[in-house]
């Protein structure tokens, strides 16, 4: 399998140089699902951000099929999580990125690539 370019699901937003921000595509098709993923150098070396947005387990519990049921267990499901936030200061929540085989491969080739660019970048800027 081959580094795609452009590449499956993977998406540049921005290249600042020693900064690029992505945008890594749920399978989906489904935008709430995507990631933002952020490879920075910096005068200490690379780091790399994934930004996603979660959302409650309203799935939890449910076993109707009814709109009124779903608007009850949506509401428990948010007090739920105030709760949690009120008596231990975290929620715990998940994300879930559905990829291809290739945006996979694609995935980790732009991590590997972008970690070099924007470190020689930054490394070319300081000169
Ligand atoms: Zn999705």
């Not at 452009?6 to 989906?28: F, L, Q, S």
């Not at 993923?37 to 387990?57: C, F, M, N, Q, R």
């Not at 799935?59 to 709760?83: E, M, P």
């Not at 085989?101 to 300081?126: P, V």
Request: negative net charge; glycine residues 6%; proline residues 2%.
């Amino acid at each position: 399998m081959k580094y795609q370019a452009p590449a499956e699901g993977i998406m540049v937003h921005n290249d600042w140089g020693d900064t690029v921000r992505y945008k890594v595509a749920c399978e989906c098709s489904d935008p709430d699902h995507d990631h933002q993923l952020w490879v920075e150098a910096d005068d200490h070396g690379v780091s790399v951000s994934i930004y996603a947005t979660v959302k409650t387990d309203s799935w939890t519990g449910h076993r109707l099929d009814s709109f009124w049921f779903n608007v009850y267990n949506g509401i428990c499901q948010r007090v739920k999580l105030a709760w949690a936030v009120w008596v231990t200061g975290q929620v715990q929540t998940e994300v879930t990125l559905v990829m291809t085989e290739q945006q996979a491969h694609n995935y980790a080739e732009t991590l590997i690539r972008a970690q070099k660019n924007c470190k020689e970048i930054r490394k070319g800027a300081h000169r």
